[in-house]
């Protein structure tokens, strides 16, 4: 079945970096974009990132561009999002979601219809 | 950015009785050429990860129960719960897919009256 395993997460301090990992099954991984999500505790869902099936484009949220990237390797089906500099509030559980449609024209990318069941990180000193 | 506002924050419903969750925003998410609204509505229960309901506005996703529906167009959408049943106590987020930043509504609690 359609699967993603999100792994990674831990307690770091403010500054250092982190990598976040999403193993994918069930599906054809590389003809799929991957989005990274994320919920502070507590609050609503944040969208963080957005990888083309290809790796040929990605899209950031403000609030994380220029510290988080994202990158996936289609041979291994995994997602990563790379983060760095992590401050207090970059603390959440972090999904990877699968894009809900093969890309088509001149469209970014699509609703999630699978996600992963979550990895959590918390930054605090 | 589009900001995705969903009105009520939360609303209690009796067993049965109809939910409705409004989703508004600021912009439109109609793509005029193919006539589709990028848009989708979430169901998240405690402790799990968001699950589709709807896509593209009115598209209920495969094993969704048919009391779900969704409406509406360019900035102006709802979902239904035409008769909620226990199971439903749930937070609903609104989503937009139109522009290349995604983003949320801030969700609507529901809960049994």
């Known amino acids: 079945q359609v699967k993603l395993v999100d792994s990674g997460g831990g307690v770091v301090q403010p500054g250092v970096s982190l990598t976040l990992s999403c193993a994918a099954s069930?599906?054809?991984?590389?003809?799929?974009?991957v989005h990274w999500v994320r919920q502070a505790p507590g609050k609503g869902l944040e969208w963080v990132a957005f990888?083309?099936?290809?790796?040929?484009?990605?899209f950031y949220a403000e609030s994380v561009k220029g510290r988080f990237t994202i990158a996936r390797d289609n041979s291994r089906n995994t997602l990563y999002l790379h983060m760095i500099s992590l401050r207090s509030e970059d603390s959440a559980v972090y999904y990877c979601?699968?894009?809900?449609?093969?890309?088509?024209?001149?469209?970014?990318?699509?609703?999630?219809?699978?996600w992963g069941k979550g990895t959590t990180v918390t930054v605090s000193s | 950015d589009i900001v995705m506002t969903q009105s009520p924050d939360s609303l209690a419903v009796s067993l049965g009785e109809r939910a409705t969750i409004n989703c508004k925003s600021s912009?439109?998410?109609?793509?005029?050429?193919?006539?589709?609204?990028?848009l989708a509505w979430y169901q998240q229960k405690p402790g799990q990860p968001p699950k589709l309901l709807i896509s593209?506005?009115?598209t209920r996703e495969s094993g969704v129960p048919d009391r779900f529906s969704g409406s509406g167009s360019g900035t102006d959408f709802t979902l239904t719960i035409s008769s909620l049943q226990a199971e439903d106590v749930a937070i609903y987020y609104c989503?937009?897919?139109?522009?290349?930043?995604?983003?949320f509504g801030q969700g609507t609690r529901v809960e049994i009256k």
């Open positions: 979601a699968k894009d809900g449609a093969l890309r088509v024209g001149p469209d970014y990318h699509y609703y999630m219809d699978v």
């Open positions: 069930g599906f054809s991984f590389s003809s799929y974009g």
């Open positions: 990888i083309r099936n290809d790796g040929s484009v990605e």
């Open positions: 912009q439109t998410v109609l793509y005029k050429s193919n006539k589709k609204n990028y």
């Open positions: 593209w506005a009115s």
């Open positions: 989503q937009q897919y139109y522009d290349k930043v995604i983003t």
